[in-house]
């Protein structure tokens, strides 16, 4: 069993079964979401370069509990890199403390990312890799406008260097 895979004690296997859960059914749905965010996370860590600063990595996803459970599976396999999590409920004061100096990735809900990149405290000049996990539920909470300010800019930037690349 690796370290990342969850391990229920007693404890919470009777809890569980008292609640109407079986171990087996809750170990199979949290191994099933820990293969799915693995198989988006170790491509994008692999093009993170520490020879540059600034965010590399964005991944936005639509609840705090998913963007805490992203952010326990990198500090486990990202040792090195620099991370930081967004999420409203969580103190602005202390994020914007870590955004001071730009984090390799950003893990967060919409609405905060959209806060911090009109406060300036996010900037994704650097930005390599955009992750929409849960797209469609960010979309649904009713994101979409907080989506199109985060994306917008990038799409401008895409265009622009896709121009400049057509004068060289």
Do not use: W
Not at 117 to 122: A, F, N
């Amino acid at each position: 069993m690796s370290q990342l895979e969850y391990r229920l004690t007693e404890r919470h296997a009777e809890a569980n079964a008292r609640n109407g859960y079986t171990a087996k059914r809750h170990y199979t749905a949290l191994t099933h979401r820990l293969g799915k965010t693995l198989a988006f996370l170790l491509p994008v860590l692999s093009r993170i370069s520490p020879k540059i600063a600034g965010v590399q990595a964005l991944v936005i996803v639509p609840s705090r509990e998913l963007a805490l459970q992203i952010d326990n599976v990198l500090r486990k396999i990202a040792a090195g890199i620099k991370i930081v999590c967004c999420y409203g409920g969580h103190s602005v004061r202390e994020e914007s403390k870590s955004l001071a100096v730009a984090p390799a990735l950003i893990v967060g809900t919409p609405g905060r990312i959209a806060d911090h990149i009109r406060r300036g405290r996010i900037v994704l000049e650097t930005l390599d890799t955009l992750v929409l996990d849960e797209f469609d539920k960010c979309l649904a909470l009713g994101f979409q406008d907080e989506m199109q300010e985060i994306i917008a800019p990038l799409e401008k930037r895409k265009e622009k260097d896709s121009h400049l690349g057509d004068r060289q």
